[in-house]
């Protein structure tokens, strides 16, 4: 079975979805004609037309826009904003009408749209396009946020927010786009939103995180394991909403906890983690939750961008120093 990597994943998603539900539609720049600046929606005109997969003008307002009024009316549309730095235009729509639609009805309509945003570091590209602002879409009630760290997961967590009736975030890290690979059937089998990944169990911490720092924490783990240090693995996945009942149990077996991602500390989502740890199992933690974030500060150019990036070695010297009481 050929190997793929998060972004054929992720194309393979598309192909599925719009070969299993004939009012889904995708649009945004460029998707069309040149199958998106990442190439992830490559092949879907050819498949099915330009009346299913549209491009659009450069405006992700208007596609946010139009993703609310098709999705109200019986369609699923799937939208790619290029960049996440350029999901500030969209968030009118996104937080006023997307996230209240099925309340502002009471239940009359439902809002069943997906936004693709690639987000995140690690390719050395220009301004607004490296940002993670998953801390900002997680706070609007309504919305699910949903942040894959491996091929496989794309696959399933794409399906499953494409099915789902509500609107979905769907966070596509830049920096796993072509690498790892890993063996991904189009099966169709989804997996279900809202729950945490286990990856590796371990008795001495539990390490969250979520997005390509997902890649870095194992690494990191097998590091630790030489030392001696068993860490646990947590990948969070669902952003929002969370699977506190994972976190909870994790966290409750290890006693200590590291929460790592790459979007700047303060307000982050590790922030959040960590307070509701602190105040549900304060009794049986054997030491405070730690951070290890991105700084407070824009995304810098290529020349620093790893500088600002929690690299493997700070993932295993921050693990250490929290096992160790440092």
Known sequence: MAELALVQSINLALHRGMAEYPEMV??????????????????LLDHYGPRRVLDTPLAESMIAGLCVGMASQGLKPVAEIQFMGFMYAALEHVCSHAARLRHRTQGRLSC?????????????????HSESLEALLTHIP??????????????????????????VIFLEP????????????????????????IHRRGEDLSIISWGACVQDVRQAADILHQAGIEAEIVDVAT????????????VAHTGRCLIVH???????????????????????????????????????????????LPSVQDIVDAARALVEGV
């Open 26 to 43: 995708v649009l945004g720049e460029d998707v069309a004609g040149n199958g998106g600046v990442f190439r992830a929606t490559l092949g």
């Open 112 to 128: 069943p749209l997906t936004l693709r945003i690639p987000c995140g570091g690690g390719i050395h590209a220009p301004e607004h």
């Open 174 to 197: 830049e920096r796993l786009y072509r690498a790892p690979l890993q063996s991904c059937p189009d099966d169709g089998l989804s997996l279900p939103l809202e729950r945490c990944l």
């Open 262 to 308: 790459e979007a700047p500390g303060s307000g982050g989502l590790g922030a959040e983690i960590a307070a509701w740890l602190g105040e549900n199992l304060w009794s049986e933690l054997h030491a405070a939750p730690r951070r290890l974030t991105g700084f407070d500060c824009i995304m810098p150019y290529a020349r620093l961008e790893d500088r600002y």
């Open 239 to 250: 952003l929002k909403p969370l699977d506190r009942a994972s976190l909870k149990a994790s």
């Open 142 to 167: 309504g919305l699910k946020v949903v942040c894959p760290s491996s091929p496989r997961l794309g696959y399933q967590l794409l399906l499953a927010a494409i099915a789902d009736p509500d609107p």
